[in-house]
């Protein structure tokens, strides 16, 4: 009965484990969602009280900062002035792929990777056309993620998107320097800034590239190289 109760309780162990991780894909794969749709609010709320967002190199901190990210700077650059997504003839799609997703041991806390890919632009019949961007743009990145449960629900503890190309369709990335460059200045001085500039960390944006640690093990040799760096000298 002892042997049984173990391999019961490894189970339930198990299956817990799986739940969560299809719950923070489902959560990061509607954040994609929302913000092709510019549906600032929506994004805001998958964020914990205490969330924060890195873009570029400036720190967005709470659902207030997730949103003056999302909802003001976003939608000013992408959007008419009262005008609200999905809006006539602008493409702003979102592909979240290649997840890997770990769960902390307590069940409460986690972290994931995941490679977002872009497709954004403007048809050429649209009236109002965002300054500074081609008509058609392509980008791409990886996120290292930060989830917690909070009243037992996922909510994203710290999300850091680190931009590693963009690309003007036309051209290509050959061709192209990003479109988007770090902000300077924080909020309140500006409007769309962030809380908090990391400069201890400036990102510059492509042609430079970016090494983006990895939150996991390799799976083959991960523990063994664990265990050496364990090991006294």
Request: charged share 25%; proline share 6%.
């Given at each position: ?25 489902r959560l990061h794969w509607a954040y994609g969602y929302y ?11 998958l964020f914990a009280e205490d969330g924060e967002v890195i ?179």
């Open positions: 009965m002892a042997d049984t109760d173990a391999r019961l309780a490894a189970l339930e162990r198990r299956v817990q484990e799986l739940e969560d991780i299809n719950a923070i894909r913000i092709d749709f510019n549906r600032a609010e929506d994004v805001a709320n873009f570029l190199s400036g720190i967005y901190k709470g659902r207030e900062g997730a949103y003056r990210l999302y909802g003001t700077w976003f939608k000013s650059l992408f959007l008419a002035p009262g005008e609200e997504g999905p809006a006539y003839g602008f493409l702003l799609d979102h592909f979240q792929m290649q997840d890997i997703i770990t769960i902390a041991p307590d069940g409460q806390t986690a972290k994931g990777r995941f490679r977002g890919m872009l497709f954004g632009g403007s048809h050429e019949s649209r009236e109002f056309k965002p300054q500074g961007l081609p008509l058609q743009f392509m980008e791409a990145g990886i996120y290292e993620n930060d989830y917690v449960k909070e009243n037992g629900v996922w909510k994203i503890k710290r999300l850091d998107y680190m931009m590693q190309w963009q690309g003007d369709y036309e051209a290509g990335w050959s061709k192209t320097t990003a479109h988007l460059q770090p902000l300077t200045e924080c909020y309140p001085a500006n409007p769309i800034g962030p809380d908090e500039i990391r400069t201890e960390e400036l990102r510059q944006t492509w042609p430079h590239r970016h090494d983006v640690p990895m939150h996991f093990a390799h799976p083959r040799f991960g523990a063994a190289l664990a265990t050496q760096v364990q090991e006294p000298a």
